[in-house]
Structure formats: C-alpha cells, structure tokens
C-alpha cells in the first residue's frame, strides 16, 4: 500500500509542476468525429509525453482542484493505452467520462479511484 500512496504523490507532483492546456472544452467537438461532444473539459499537461507521444491527457471536472483518479484505456483502433488524469471531478462527471470510454467496442477503460 505504500507504493500506492507514492503513485499519487508522485502523480501530484506531475501535475502541480505542468501546465494544464484545455484545448477541447466542455460543449465543444471533437476535431475528427463531429458528432462527439465534450460533457467534461479536457486536455494535456504541457511538456509531458504519453504513449500516442502526445502530452498526458487530463480530464478537469468542475470540483475542488486536486486529482480523483485516473482512467486506464485500451483502444483498439489506435493500437495502445495510455492513462487519463481526472482533476477535481465530481461523482457525475466520472461517471461521464467512464462510460465515454466505454461506449464502443474499440475502447475499453478502468476508473481508478484515488
């Protein structure tokens, strides 16, 4: 249990450390599939890299401004998985964004809980 509470202090101090670049808002579109829209801001941290190469993709809710949990995804179309930050997500909006993970057949994600 140790190295869980490691994981998320060391998960704060990514997030603390980067800046968080909202660039597809709530209510927005998503740029290749129109008929997507956001229900929850969401983003990248800012000089950090995931598995697309990409920076750390981050879903910020609309309560208290720390980390609640993270989304594990496997995407089949993609070929990969990486994981999603939530920050300051109210019990809504998690459930939101589990099932926008889960909504088709090529991508799969687990909520984890902080």
Not at 12 to 29: F, M, W, Y
Not at 51 to 60: F, K, P, R, S, T
Not at 85 to 105: A, M, S, V
Request: net charge negative; with cysteine; aromatic share 8%.
């Amino acid at each position: 249990m140790q190295n869980n509470r490691e994981f998320w202090e060391v998960l704060d101090e990514l997030v603390s450390t980067s800046e968080i670049v909202i660039d597809r808002p709530k209510g927005t579109a998503h740029p290749k599939y129109p008929n997507f829209i956001y229900r929850v801001d969401y983003g990248y941290l800012k000089g950090t890299a995931s598995m697309d190469g990409a920076g750390i993709d981050v879903w910020v809710g609309s309560g208290e401004n720390k980390i609640d949990a993270i989304m594990c995804i496997v995407d089949l179309m993609k070929k990969d998985s990486e994981i999603k930050i939530l920050i300051g997500c109210t019990e809504e909006e998690k459930q939101i964004i589990y099932q926008t993970h889960n909504e088709t057949e090529y991508m799969k994600g687990i909520l984890i809980r902080r």
